[in-house]
């Protein structure tokens, strides 16, 4: 390894021409059609369009879950595309954080034993020390720590899958549709403490939504239709989550079809 840095490239997420078909049968979807985004260290996305928009699919393209029919993609200055399957993998577990919908816990584990996989699966045992203490108190989750997720409230469940992500201290926490199994009292108070995480440490977070209400607490909102991005705005631009919703359906509409 050269003992000369490269100067520190600030984009976490440089998307450039990124395409992903689906074969079913004779027929092609193309789910993401020549998606270019980059997305800068800290910053707080939502990723917002209607249901088969390619949200889902540019967030596992983002994620190395799924790999791009064209394009390239650099997360963290690694060019993904020259990654092996293993290596893939193994990139995934150490810079990328995922919290799903369906919250994903491991159901027949503890709170804090699903906080601390991703360190024991990636032979890091020894960093759960210094790190699982402060994630739960911070994320509010002491009391809950040796409950299993069937005896924790949605919120709550959402809270532990959200410090599995951040256990790692991964570059890039991706999350889709995080408040889509939570009522909306629950489901602000998830956008709040990623807004939060953002903002105290920095965290490069990309929210997966349809909601406004919940685009509303990012920083900076790109909108997907038919496989494409098809503008982005600020969040500070509205002063709240009605108006955003009104300007976001005014440029759907206004959208010439694909
Ligand atoms: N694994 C898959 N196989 C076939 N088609 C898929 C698959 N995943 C997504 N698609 C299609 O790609 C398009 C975009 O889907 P998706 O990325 O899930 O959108 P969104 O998350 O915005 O709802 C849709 O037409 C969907 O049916
Ligand atoms: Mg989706």
Not at 19 to 24: D, G, I, L, N, V
Not at 159 to 183: C, F, K, M, N
Not at 238 to 257: E, R
């Amino acid at each position: 390894m050269s003992t000369v840095s490269p100067p520190a490239a600030t984009a976490v997420v440089s998307a450039e021409h990124l395409t992903k078909r689906f074969h079913q049968g004779d027929s092609v979807v193309e789910a993401i059609k020549d998606v270019s985004l980059k997305i800068e260290d800290g910053e707080f996305v939502a990723l917002m369009g209607a249901s088969g928009s390619g949200k889902s699919t540019f967030l596992h393209v983002m994620a190395g879950l799924t790999r791009p029919d064209e394009g390239t993609l650099t997360i963290a200055d690694t060019d993904l595309s020259r990654l092996s399957d293993s290596r893939l993998t193994h990139f995934r577990r150490r810079k990328i954080g995922l919290v799903f919908q369906a919250f994903n816990l491991i159901p027949t584990l503890t709170a804090e034993e699903n906080i601390t996989l991703p360190l024991l699966t990636d032979g890091r045992s020894e960093q759960i020390e210094d790190r699982l203490e402060p994630l739960l108190d911070r994320l509010g989750l002491m009391a809950r720590r040796h409950h299993r997720p069937d005896a924790l409230s949605g919120g709550e469940q959402q809270r532990v899958a959200i410090a599995r992500s951040l256990i790692t201290q991964p570059a890039l926490i991706l999350a889709d549709e995080p408040t889509g199994s939570l009522d909306s009292v629950n489901g602000q108070n998830i956008c709040r403490l990623l807004r939060e995480l953002s903002e105290e440490q920095r965290r490069t977070i990309v929210v997966v939504t349809h909601e406004p209400s919940v685009a509303v607490w990012a920083s900076r909102i790109v909108v997907m239709k038919d496989g494409r991005i098809l503008t982005e705005f600020r969040a500070s631009d509205f002063q709240d989550a009605q108006s955003l919703a009104i300007h976001y359906q005014n440029v759907i509409k206004s959208a010439i079809p694909a």
